[in-house]
């Protein structure tokens, strides 16, 4: 057994301990909002906060992640920055097929957790590991710039 603290609850999950955390959220506890891309790190689909800072769940073990606070995208709305920038994601009708989506929303938060007026460069490097097959790229970075306009 592994406890873990998600979206501010103590959950305890029945898995080896070298279980992806991805794989815990999803098949554990049916927390789906969270996708499976790649499965190595490379597309960001996956992206959840450990203590605020955005990580691949997808190459994360339950036994690393200790008593490390998880965010997932099921709760990022509960924040204020997550707020904005969920509400700034539909206002700019950001997602196409969507698959990817959760996983920029959860890298957009924390950029705009600890910077508040990114630059286009800022937003790039921070977006950088968040792959997006259709393309909305031109739209993730107008939705970041319309949080950081919303939380100024
Ligand atoms: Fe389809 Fe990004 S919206 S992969």
């Known amino acids: ?74 709760a990022v709305a509960a924040d204020r920055v997550g707020k904005a920038v969920q509400t700034a994601w539909v206002r700019n009708d950001v997602a196409q097929c969507g698959y990817c989506q959760s996983g920029q929303i959860m890298s957009a938060t924390a950029l705009l957790k600890t910077n508040r007026k990114p630059s286009d460069a800022d937003i790039d490097a921070a977006m950088a590991g968040n792959i997006c097959r259709c393309g909305t790229y031109a739209r993730v970075r107008a939705a970041i710039k319309d949080a950081a306009r919303a939380l100024a």
């Open 1 to 74: 057994m592994t406890s873990l603290n998600v979206n501010g609850k103590t959950v305890t999950v029945d898995a080896d301990p070298s279980t992806p955390l991805l794989w815990a959220l999803r098949d554990d506890l049916q927390m789906t909002g969270t996708k499976f891309g790649c499965g190595a790190a490379l597309c960001g689909a996956c992206t959840v906060h450990l203590n605020g800072q955005p990580v691949r769940s997808c190459v994360t073990p339950i036994s690393a992640v200790g008593d490390q606070k998880v965010t997932t995208v099921e």
